[in-house]
């Protein structure tokens, strides 16, 4: 078996499940990857089955898929491994000490998938890391699945690593949540395509209303706090869009090839136009007059100001000070809309995946781990490499060049620009094409 893996120094396990259905031949072909470097060779905790009692907790924004992921690790628990004991966590990190747990079967959970958000509920905030170990402790919890962002696996580290300092034995595995796909290392994460899919209902109410009146602008916001993964997704798939502005591209308004003047070249070829931009796109040029009262959320991210109300605002009163065009624009926030619903055929499949690894992961013993797919492997990643940085689009990199021939609207970047982004990107990867481990034994083999 030969695998590529695109960051630098990983080694790859190859691991086979010890398996409790051995006299299923499906299951024996299940297999996994181990992501890892030299110094963070996997922890292990092996349980028997009807010792398990796990528990599930959700964390952070809502995204299309919660309810699938937490189904699945209920039904895989308890079809899979036999795992009769799952609670679920009530309302995020603060439930563990602030609130009753809920007792999950396969049969409470068996709908569940089909409505959006989290049956257990989540929030910001809240990470008490002592009072939560002393929670899972006290309640005789051996087995905590974690889903949620970036600020959740750090969460998850923490617990995990105060779970090893008490020397307790019990599992913590993350299952990544992200609809904005920030999170690095993995291909992609659960939600995002229905993130992208949704948009798509915005983009063209925004199309329409435009197409229907005299220079139409739709102008569309979409999530995306520190990356335009979504908008640059839901501008690609629709083709209506004629200009998309994401966080890591930065734009201007007046002047020679800005904004305004790419508006008025638009409407004057086509006489309307639809705009589409990320929450977070921007926000170094609103003004102190936009800024909100706090700064920060509960878990200590930052507030945004909103990019789509106040963009929109300047194009009004850019054209209406010109006088020599009237234009129309209707302004569309799905944001809340779109992070609500249920997750897509393909998103349930995908998350279906993650949760039986998730599974399979806890129950051949090992903690300390995030699931994902990887070069599309499913496998399990330490949490420090999910939290050591942030997924972001790479503006001198091919798919937001194919987004600027696909929309024709100018990239607002000088070459200057492009060196500097350049000079930022990632080093080049390495893929290690001959390098193959086994998982019984933690070794790594070296292919001749
Ligand atoms: N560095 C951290 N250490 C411990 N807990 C954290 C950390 N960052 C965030 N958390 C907790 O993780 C939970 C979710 O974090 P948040 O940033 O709101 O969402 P997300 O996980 O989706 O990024 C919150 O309860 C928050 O308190
Ligand atoms: O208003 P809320 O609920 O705090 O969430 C808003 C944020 O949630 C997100 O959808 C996802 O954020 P998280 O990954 O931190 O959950 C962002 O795009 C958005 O800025």
Known sequence: ???????????????????????????????????????????????????????????????????????????????????????????????????????????SVNDIHKRGGTVLGTSRGGHDTSKIVDSIQDRGINQVYIIGGDGTQKGASVIFEEIRRRGLKVAVVGIPKTIDNDIPIIDKSFGFDTAVEEAQRAINAAHVESESIENGIGFVKLMGRYSGFIAMHATLASRDVDCCLIPESPFYLEGPGGLFEYIEKRLKENGHMVIVAAEGAGQELLSDSMHSMAKEDASGNKLLKDVGLWISQKIKDHFAKQNRMTINLKYIDPTYMIRAIPSIASDNVYCTLLAQSSVHGAMAGYTGITVGLVNGRHSYIPFHRITEKRNKVVITDRMWARLLSSTNQPSFLSAKDVIEDKKEEEPPLQLLDDEVCSGDNNLVNKQN
């Open 1 to 107: 078996m030969f695998l590529t893996y695109p960051i630098t120094s990983p080694i790859f396990l190859f691991l086979t499940y010890p398996n409790p259905l051995q006299d299923n031949p499906a299951y024996s072909v299940v297999k996994q990857y181990f992501v890892h470097d030299d110094d963070t060779v996997p922890q292990k905790v092996y349980f028997e089955s009807d010792e398990v009692n796990a528990c599930i907790v959700t964390c952070g924004g809502l995204c299309p898929g919660l309810n699938t992921v937490i189904r699945e690790i209920v039904c895989g628990l308890n079809y899979m491994y036999g795992v009769k004991r799952v609670l679920g966590i009530d309302g995020g990190y603060r439930g563990f000490y602030a609130k009753n747990t809920i007792a999950l079967t396969p049969k």
